[in-house]
């Protein structure tokens, strides 16, 4: 297979990304590479030896005190850095720096028999008991208080300590749904806060006269239980920003009591990328934003036969693209080295597989990229998950090799090394953003309307789509300017209010192109239907009138057809009445509105709107409509097959090769190749300078 890439010129620096890298991380270093230690897991008389072999293989910077409050409060009030001051020592010995962690994902046992009150509650009445981990609520004061008071110790102790990079926060972080009485009263607190103690404002977001629902007082509102049939939707919204506020308050408070006694040292946290939690950039103090990533765990979203054994192709793209936009900059905390043990199968992932998500993980961007873990554990939940070496602590296992060899191969390219942002142009001009909120994919998950209906594989056709024309991507926020880019997408928006629909038209009227998709501004922020006809708030943008919607059974799937090729669909499908500045660029087939629009076009000022007002069953159509878009726009694009992907920085362009079949790229006039070669095999990479 080959592909042309059209002619490359590098592009100017953009300052904004270069502002964003410069702080906390050296352009020049092009990325670290760290791992994970656990010296409390270790007899201390195997420390040096381990560090030694860390620095051997060429790690940059090693991670501790993620599980060890135990160790670091032995005794509720009772410190003991002793252990851990030693370690730091010995990691500096060989050159290895320090990411320190608050340790808050697992309290000691002290702490939970003494205060009892601080454990997770479920929605049935059950509590979360001591013996795993994360079992303390974000919402109990007593557990806030008693988790800050210990950090508070442990950055007094290393704030200004040199060989300490970064500090993370607790351990992959989630939001919380506390059924406690506490968490209760925290709920009323923050609805009191929310509507300005105006219990009416409340019973008229929440649509109260509903089923007799309204309440007359803050203190009858209990919290809702989402497995009760029938519960307040609205209701449910609210209390879903609620935890996930409980969540964002616990980490920056943590980042606001390290950063008064670090010098120099930059906070983060590594956040699973779940991205309707709601939590993730919701913490304003945090330095930049990390992820932990694993690809290989027993399902098959991989391409072919052992496609489980690479993974999906998009898995690290995705999260890259969702993570760099918040500060410009990110990292990720955990990569699997190998096979991991909690998966529903754990199978060995293919020869080049770590190496090829490492290489994932450099083309999107970032700083850093730290493994999950140096040693494979003998003892413990873990035991047959993969580290750097294997059980006995010397033998480096394949996973480790291919470590090595990255960390190797990003050494030989430090030495050429270029700024951040050159990039080629032509790449640059198909810059787009997909505008994300949690808050749709909440109020959605709750009126599917449609059993098949899944929000984020409706986003998923958009973006796989964007990966293949070669686009550079990032998810982004309302509060992001969205004049950087010339394409945003904003898939399935359904909340929505006139603030957001006036940015909208003022983004098109000055040149931007938007593409809305189904279902999109057909509810206020509350998730309420406004008192108008459907499709009415994005009236004045998209020029269409919407005289209904459509749901089909899956097994009878309904047709649209454009450009003389017909698509399948079923879970969504809005008839349109276009403007008379409108192209109709798909008309649906069958059913009792044959011919009626499915998507249209116009332009509006100095910029187009699309509307796709039809969710395809495999995406085939959202990606020959935004093909047609984007050569409508004279946007240079490629026509990558699924699988492969093309990202650039530095001055180096990166090919990814997660198919089953060797892929052969032509590279691009004037460029040389610098690791690989242009036919890349499967779970292969080629680096290539522009």
């Known amino acids: 297979m080959k592909t042309r890439f059209p002619l490359l010129l590098c592009a100017l620096l953009m300052s ?6 410069t702080k906390w991380f050296n352009d020049k270093d092009l990325t670290l590479t760290g791992v994970y230690y656990y010296p409390e897991h270790w007899d201390e008389s195997q420390w040096e030896r381990d560090f030694r072999q860390m620095h051997e293989l060429g790690f940059e910077f090693t991670h501790f005190a993620e599980f060890a409050w135990a160790q670091l409060e032995p005794e509720e009030g009772r410190y003991d850095f002793t252990w851990l001051d030693k370690a730091v020592e010995l990691a500096a010995k060989y050159d290895l720096k320090v990411v320190m962690c608050t340790s808050t994902a697992t309290p000691p046992v002290w702490l939970s028999r003494k205060y009892p009150e601080v454990l997770i509650r479920y929605e049935d009445g059950a509590i979360r008991d001591h013996g795993s981990r994360q ?19 442990l950055a007094r102790h290393y704030g200004d300590d040199p060989r300490i990079i ?34 009416q404002a409340l019973n008229k977001a929440w649509g109260t006269a509903f089923w007799s629902q309204t309440y007359s007082s803050f203190d009858q509102i209990n919290l809702p239980l989402w497995n009760q049939w029938g519960s307040n939707y609205h209701q449910i919204l609210d209390h879903r920003r609620f935890a996930a506020k409980q969540t964002n308050d616990f980490l920056n408070n943590q980042c606001l009591i390290i950063k008064k006694h670090a010098r120099n040292q930059w906070v983060t946290t590594n956040y699973i990328p779940n991205y309707d939690e709601g939590h993730v950039g919701g913490s304003p103090d945090l330095d930049f934003q990390s992820y932990t990533r694993y690809m ?37 905390m955990e990569l699997q080295p190998g096979q991991v043990n909690w998966g529903s199968i754990n199978p060995q992932p293919l020869p080049g597989a770590v190496r090829l998500w490492l290489w994932s993980v450099f083309a999107g961007g970032s700083d850093f990229v730290c493994t999950y873990r140096y040693r494979q554990p003998l003892y413990g939940m873990e035991q047959y998950h993969y580290g750097i070496v294997g059980p006995d602590g010397v033998t480096v296992t394949p996973g480790g090799r ?31 953003a997909i505008l994300h909120n949690h808050e749709n994919y909440w109020n959605i998950d709750h009126q599917k309307q449609n059993r098949t209906w899944d929000t984020f594989d409706h986003m998923n056709k958009y973006y796989r789509t964007l990966k293949s024309l070669g686009a550079p991507v990032d998810f982004i926020y309302e509060d992001k300017d969205m004049k950087e880019y010339p394409v945003v997408i904003a898939p399935a928006y359904q909340l929505a209010d006139k603030e957001l629909t006036d940015r909208w038209m003022e983004y098109v009227e000055q040149g931007g192109n938007l593409v809305l998709t189904c279902r999109t501004a057909q509810k206020d922020r509350y998730g309420r239907l406004p008192e108008v006809p459907f499709g009415s708030m994005i009236y004045e943008l998209t020029g269409n009138e919407l005289e209904f919607f459509d749901l089909l059974l899956p097994e009878d799937p309904g047709k649209v057809v454009m450009d003389g090729r017909t698509y399948t669909w079923n879970t969504w499908g809005e008839i349109l009445k ?24 116009r332009r509006l000022g100095k910029g187009t709107v699309t509307y796709i ?40 362009g990166i090919v990814l090769n997660y198919t089953d079949k060797p892929f052969t790229f032509e590279l691009p006039e004037g460029s040389k190749v610098v690791i690989g070669s242009g036919t890349i095999p499967p779970a292969g990479v080629l680096v290539f300078r522009i």
């Open 16 to 21: 904004i990304g270069i502002q964003a890298q």
């Open 135 to 153: 079992h303390a609520s974000f919402t109990s004061e007593v557990y806030r208080e008693l988790a800050y008071r210990m950090i508070e110790e």
């Open 166 to 199: 970064g500090w993370q926060l607790d351990n992959e972080p989630m939001v919380q749904y506390d059924f406690s009485h506490k968490a209760e009263e925290a709920f009323r607190e923050y609805l009191r806060e929310s509507y300005n103690n105006d219990i």
């Open 296 to 332: 290989v765990y027993g399902d098959n979203e991989g391409i072919g036969r052992r496609g489980y054994r690479v993974g999906n192709p998009l898995r690290i793209a995705m999260a890259n693209d969702f993570f760099r936009p918040f500060q410009g900059t990110y990292g990720v």
């Open 402 to 432: 291919e470590y090595e060899q990255f960390i190797k191969e990003i050494g030989l390219l430090r030495k050429k090394a270029q700024e951040r942002e050159v990039k080629p142009q032509d790449y640059l001009a198909r810059r787009t």
């Open 578 to 601: 276009p403007g008379k500045d409108s192209q109709v660029w798909a008309t649906y087939e069958d059913e009792f509105y044959e011919g009626k629009p499915a998507v249209t076009t």
């Open 613 to 652: 007002g039809v969710d395809s069953t495999d995406g085939s159509l959202e990606k020959d409509i935004l093909k047609k878009l984007y050569a409508m726009l004279e946007i240079p694009v490629m026509d990558l097959p699924y699988g492969v992907s093309v990202e650039y920085r530095n001055g180096l």
